[in-house]
């Protein structure tokens, strides 16, 4: 077996009320039992938390340095991605901590060239217990997944349980070959979260643009869903609300359509449709079933305020402000 890639792994910041979660998440890329090249701590314009995060990380080897670029996480991720000297360009969510052999998960599938992403598992740690918003099959399985738990930013029921070729890598817990960017740019930043704005997309584009760019070339390329590099993503108390669930559907929505704006309603839509039809439905039977009225509620108006949302997003004008960023080497 060849040996593995070197990798850059990235933390995105911006907020002081993370502080423990940061430095759980830093911490357990450093426990891990492959070292990576370098470990970057992107601050988003943020200078008390930078020069925290430089007296707590600084002396560990890691590099922290500030966003330069458009606040957000998009931009955060760009000012990393201009700086990492890695192969490969990890990146971990500010809260969320990586499992033992999570890194090593990530790189081995790196081995096949025809693989430019690889992304893993996000297990959500609930404030209290899974919560009626956000419903699943087996609520007592900490490990278990529910149809809507991509509203937190975690694994959701519908996705591959074994490794697998997948559309779009899941933020949190994803990592892409450094080519990728060079080939077809970084981030859309008019698309990137700011603060708890919820509006996102971002890696869905990223992923399909750099597939298209690249079978464009006469490439194969492939992104896969490794189980194996799982991490644990906190879920803090506002996001199992229902208030949170619809917010967070309706900035889905939107982001969907900006994404078909750029790439194409058939690529930005094709995981969506068999989620839409098969997924979806069965957890609402099997809420129903059980007599949990709120949960079977909280699937419907979640897809309903979803799909309102892509048809707002669709209108025109709605979003105009969308540009993706230029390939350094588009012709690579």
């Not at 450093?30 to 070292?35: F, I, K, N, P, Y």
């Not at 087996?138 to 070729?165: F, H, I, K, S």
């Not at 309102?308 to 690579?332: I, S």
């Amino acid at each position: 077996m060849s040996a593995l890639p070197t990798a850059t792994v990235v933390v995105c910041v911006y907020t002081e009320k993370r502080w423990f979660d940061i430095k759980a998440a830093v911490d357990s890329v450093l426990d891990q039992d492959v070292t990576p090249l370098e470990t970057i701590v992107v601050v988003d314009h943020n200078e008390r938390l930078r020069e925290r995060a430089e007296r707590e990380f600084g002396p560990l080897g890691v590099v922290v340095v500030a966003n330069d670029k458009k606040q957000g996480l998009s931009g955060a991720r760009n000012t990393a991605v201009e700086l990492a000297s890695g192969e490969v360009v990890v990146f971990l969510d500010d809260d969320a901590a990586a499992r033992p052999g999570w890194l090593h998960a990530l790189l081995a599938p790196y081995e096949d060239p025809d693989v430019i992403g690889v992304g893993g598992v996000a297990h959500p740690k609930w404030p209290g217990g899974r919560p009626r918003t956000l419903p699943g099959a087996a609520p007592g399985d900490p490990n278990a997944t529910g149809e809507l738990d991509w509203v937190v930013g975690c694994t959701y029921t519908g996705q591959p349980t074994e490794r697998a070729e997948m559309r779009n890598l899941m933020g949190c817990n994803m990592s892409l070959r450094a080519e990728v960017f060079t080939r077809v740019g970084g981030f859309a930043e008019d698309m990137g979260r700011i603060g708890k704005n919820p509006l996102g997309c971002e890696e869905t584009e990223l992923c399909i643009r750099a597939r298209q760019a690249y079978v464009a070339d006469g490439w194969n390329p492939r992104i896969l869903f490794e189980p194996r590099a799982a991490v644990d993503h906190r879920v803090s108390d506002d996001r199992v609300s229902w208030r949170y669930l619809l917010r967070r559907g309706w900035a889905e929505g939107i982001s969907k359509a900006a994404v078909s704006k750029v790439v194409g309603t058939g690529d930005s839509l094709s995981t969506e449709s068999s989620y839409t039809m098969k997924v979806l439905p069965a957890g609402v039977i099997r809420e129903a079933k059980e007599r949990n009225a709120a949960s079977a509620a909280a699937i419907v108006a979640c897809f309903g305020v979803t799909a309102a949302g892509y048809v707002r997003g669709r209108l025109p004008g709605a979003t105009a402000h969308v540009r993706l960023p230029a390939g350094r080497n588009t012709g690579a």
